[in-house]
T-cell receptor
Framework: SQKIEQNSEALNIQEGKTATLTCNYTNYSPAYLQWYRQDPGRGPVFLLLIRENEKEKRKERLKVTFDTTLKQSLFHITASQPADSATYLCALAGYSTLTFGKGTMLLVSP | EPEVTQTPSHQVTQMGQEVILRCVPISNHLYFYWYRQILGQKVEFLVSFYNNEISEKSEIFDDQFSVERPDGSNFTLKIRSTKLEDSAMYFC??????????????FGPGTRLLVL
């Protein structure tokens, strides 16, 4: 069955550092992969989408890479800020479904 | 900016009762979805809906669940006879094209359902 794993449940970093979150998947060949942010008690908010033929995508302080050979995506937040503290979800898209990983909770300390 | 809205924000019900969760998707969107998230667990797909019919549904979406677009703006999820394990946050989402085309989904704020 399809499986999505996000590297750790929680990641603590200091303000100004780069946060790197990992998403690995098995038994799946997605056309593209998405990253979402979820704050406690709120719905997921779309951040970035990367297609299978793209190696890297950037948006402001965010960068996503996608390696279909390794079946892995890396999500980077540079110059992290306490406001970046949230849970970050990786999601793989089917025709009309999204399959989410459990998420990695990021805590950025001042 | 347009957004997906959901009502109520919280619902408490007795086991065995019927509940209807309501959503207003973004107005020009054509694809609608329901997800749920049990406390501390991942967001799970329930059902997708397009052109007035279900496109896909998960194993979770059994005969106790149904969806409807009763008018041009609302999209509802009905749970016929709630069980304790239905307690979760339910998210509605919408998109203007199919996900397989590289579209993104926009999620509502959720309805927290508690079954006692």
């Amino acid at each position: 069955s399809q499986k999505i794993e996000q590297n750790s449940e929680a990641l603590n970093i200091q303000e100004g550092k780069t946060a790197t979150l990992t998403c690995n998947y098995t038994n799946y060949s997605p056309a593209y992969l998405q990253w979402y942010r979820q704050d406690p008690g709120r719905g997921p908010v779309f951040l970035l989408l990367i297609r299978e033929n793209e190696k890297e995508k950037r948006k402001e302080r965010l960068k996503v890479t996608f390696d279909t050979t390794l079946k892995q995506s890396l999500f980077h937040i540079t110059a992290s800020q306490p406001a970046d503290s949230a849970t970050y979800l990786c999601a793989l898209a089917g025709y009309s479904t999204l399959t989410f990983g459990k998420g990695t909770m990021l805590l950025v300390s001042p | 900016e347009p957004e997906v809205t959901q009502t109520p924000s919280h619902q408490v019900t007795q086991m065995g009762q019927e509940v209807i969760l309501r959503c207003v998707p973004i107005s020009n969107h054509l694809y609608f979805y329901w997800y749920r998230q049990i406390l501390g667990q991942k967001v799970e797909f329930l059902v997708s809906f397009y052109n007035n019919e279900i496109s896909e549904k998960s194993e979770i979406f059994d005969d106790q669940f149904s969806v409807e677009r009763p008018d041009g703006s609302n999209f509802t999820l009905k749970i016929r006879s709630t069980k304790l394990e239905d307690s979760a946050m339910y998210f509605c989402a919408s998109s203007d094209r199919a996900l397989g085309s590289g579209e993104t989904q926009y999620f509502g704020p959720g309805t927290r359902l508690l079954v006692l």
